[in-house]
T-cell receptor
Framework: GNSVTQMEGPVTLSEEAFLTINCTYT??????LFWYVQYPGEGLQLLLKATKADDKGSNKGFEATYRKETTSFHLEKGSVQVSDSAVYFC????????????FGRGTSLIVHP | NAGVTQTPKFQVLKTGQSMTLQCAQD?????MYWYRQDPGMGLRLIYY???????DKGEVPNGYNVSRLNKREFSLRLESAAPSQTSVYFC??????????FGSGTQLSVL
């Protein structure tokens, strides 16, 4: 079956540090890949997505590149802010018309001033 | 644009009580989902509805029932609540597997 593996958290950084959250996946074909963010007390919001190999999704200074050869979709940001503190989920929607997405377990990010 | 609306936001139940969580979306999406979120467990799919008139079990369906009332609404019912069902519940919708839109969640405590 499909699976998504994220690095375990929490990830603790100082403001303006570089962020990487690793995500790898297992799926057949060409799934669509997503990063969602969950701020405290809220639901998940789509942060960025990529639908085919070598696509780069970007939003709010975050980026992730769909790497088919390494089955990865790592999230990066050059300079984090305190307001980026949240839980980040990597997810995939399989190809072939399936309606069931697969989520990673989430990575908590804590940014200190 | 409301997106996905869930009610209630908070609920406290006693063991054995029943309740229904309501969810509605205004984006004309075909697919709707119910998840639960527990510490260290990530999101787990309870039930989903690929389209109006269909529902299917997800990863953790025991103790729950669902109704896809129409294209907009997808409710989740706990017939006899148990402490193990204490969780945060999220409803979501999507169109053709493109991306999920989530509601703001229901925090449920079963005493």
């Amino acid at each position: 079956g499909n699976s998504v593996t994220q690095m375990e958290g929490p990830v603790t950084l100082s403001e303006e540090a570089f962020l990487t959250i690793n995500c790898t996946y297992t799926a057949t074909g060409y799934p669509s890949l997503f990063w969602y963010v969950q701020y405290p007390g809220e639901g998940l919001q789509l942060l960025l997505k990529a639908t085919k190999a070598d696509d780069k999704g970007s939003n709010k200074g975050f980026e992730a590149t769909y790497r088919k050869e390494t089955t990865s979709f790592h999230l990066e940001k050059g300079s984090v802010q305190v307001s980026d503190s949240a839980v980040y989920f990597c997810a995939l929607f399989p190809s072939g018309g399936s309606y069931i997405p697969t989520f990673g377990r989430g990575t908590s990010l804590i940014v200190h001033p | 644009n409301a997106g996905v609306t869930q009610t209630p936001k908070f609920q406290v139940l006693k063991t054995g009580q029943s309740m229904t969580l309501q969810c509605a979306q205004d984006m004309n999406h075909n697919s709707m989902y119910w998840y639960r979120q527990d510490p260290g467990m990530g999101l787990r799919l309870i039930y989903y509805s690929a389209s109006e008139g269909t529902t299917d079990k997800g990863e953790v369906p025991n103790g729950y029932n669902v109704s896809r009332l129409n294209k907009r609404e997808f409710s989740l019912r706990l017939e006899s609540a148990a402490p193990s069902q204490t969780s945060v519940y999220f409803c979501a919708s999507s169109e053709a597997g493109k991306k999920l839109f989530f509601g703001s969640g229901t925090q449920l405590s079963v005493l």
